[in-house]
């Protein structure tokens, strides 16, 4: 019976032992545990702390901003104050400048009005009864009527028919072609016909072709001549002003060819425009000759704008399908004529 006794109590204090060390892992697991709390709890304050921090810098240059953005409005005001004053004081000074201005006038003569004088008198006196009949056609067509110069293209064939339409004949020797030009340009061309084709007609797709024939014409007469797109020009005693497509100037001579495109196909306009812009250059840059180009690509006009009246020349129409010429004859008889018109001015002294 003790024996049993003594076996009972030695399980008994095997099951004790065995829980009491449960029970220590289970304390030590929860005293673990009690210290990561007690570090994520440290970590928190320190990012309370942190973040208190910012809140208060965020909130200093809050204040800071509100400040900076008051002055700003401040300064804002003194400009706009002092952008008034400075239009006021502008004000003052134009009509100061008018009633100075208008004063003048009624003593002398504009210094425009004496330079148009001066030109028409001295060097144009064969052209001053034509550029008086054109400016009152021009002054007409004004876009308004405070405007000083009208543009070209306000101009139809019917205002200045009665100035221009009685043309005279233009002469010139006709020169061969350069050796192998005709076809280099029916090359190009086709090139361009067949990559424009499926495109619908436009006006710079027309003077592509145009600018094409000109410059192959032109490659061998380069170091006489300087092409200028969007030529611009203004009149001094004739009213008139506006753009060129291009301005074809002889380096030596000084002779300008000047190029306006026919607009729709519309060659009495295109010739109209042309020869109140060459009247425009013969006035503001003193020359007797002037010479111009009307053309749709089909059709070819050369004028020549001198002191004894207007003359012209117009080639035969080429023959073509899309933009490729499909009569070579007519083709190669028009490159002749602009061959020839070019030359002609290069040689005109």
Same mark, same amino acid.
Request: with cysteine; aromatic share 8%.
């Given at each position: 019976?003790?024996?049993?006794? /003594? ?138 009527? /405070?405007?000083? /110069? ?18 005279? @004949? ?32 436009? @006006? ?25 797109? @969007? ?53 503001? @840059? ?28 117009? /080639? ?34």
């Amino acid at each position: 019976m003790v024996r049993d006794l /003594t076996l009972f109590l030695l399980r008994n204090s095997r099951d004790a032992r065995s829980d009491l060390a449960a029970a220590d892992k289970r304390v030590a697991d929860a005293d673990k545990r009690l210290a990561d709390a007690d570090k994520r709890l440290a970590d928190a304050r320190h990012d309370l702390a942190a973040a208190r921090h910012d809140l208060a810098v965020a909130e200093a240059q809050k204040e800071r901003d509100e400040d900076d953005m008051k002055q700003c409005k401040q300064d804002i005001k003194q400009c706009k104050e002092y952008v008034k004053q400075y239009r006021q004081h502008v004000a003052t000074t134009l009509k100061l400048l008018n009633a100075a201005q208008e004063a003048a006038l009624e003593l002398y003569p504009s210094s425009r009005k004496r330079k148009r004088e001066e030109r028409v008198d001295e060097a144009y006196k064969a052209r001053k009864d034509r550029w008086n009949k054109l400016n009152e056609v021009l002054n007409k067509r004004k876009k308004s009527q /405070t405007a000083e /110069t009208c543009g070209f293209s306000y101009v139809s064939w019917s205002d200045v028919h009665p100035i221009f339409g009685h043309f005279r @004949e233009l002469e010139f020797n006709k020169q061969d072609l350069p050796n192998g030009i005709k076809d280099q340009l029916l090359g190009v061309i086709k090139v361009y016909d067949d990559l424009t084709k499926s495109s619908s007609k436009t @006006e710079s797709q027309v003077f592509v072709f145009i600018n094409a024939v000109l410059c192959y014409l032109c490659k061998d007469l380069k170091n006489d001549l300087v092409f200028t797109y @969007e030529g611009d020009v203004s009149g001094s005693y004739v009213i008139a002003d506006g753009i060129f497509e291009l301005i074809m100037s002889d380096r030596k001579n000084g002779s300008k060819i000047c190029l306006a495109e026919a607009k729709k196909d519309n060659m009495d306009q295109g010739e109209a425009q042309c020869l109140v812009g060459c009247e425009a250059v013969s006035d503001s @840059e003193a020359k007797v000759n002037v010479y111009g180009i009307v053309s749709n690509y089909i059709e070819w006009i050369f004028l020549a704008s001198k002191n004894d009246g207007i003359y012209r020349y117009k /080639t035969p129409t080429i023959g073509c399908d899309g933009f490729y010429p499909s009569d070579h004859q007519s083709f190669e008889r028009v490159l002749v004529d602009i061959y020839s018109f070019v030359c002609m001015v290069i040689n005109n002294k």
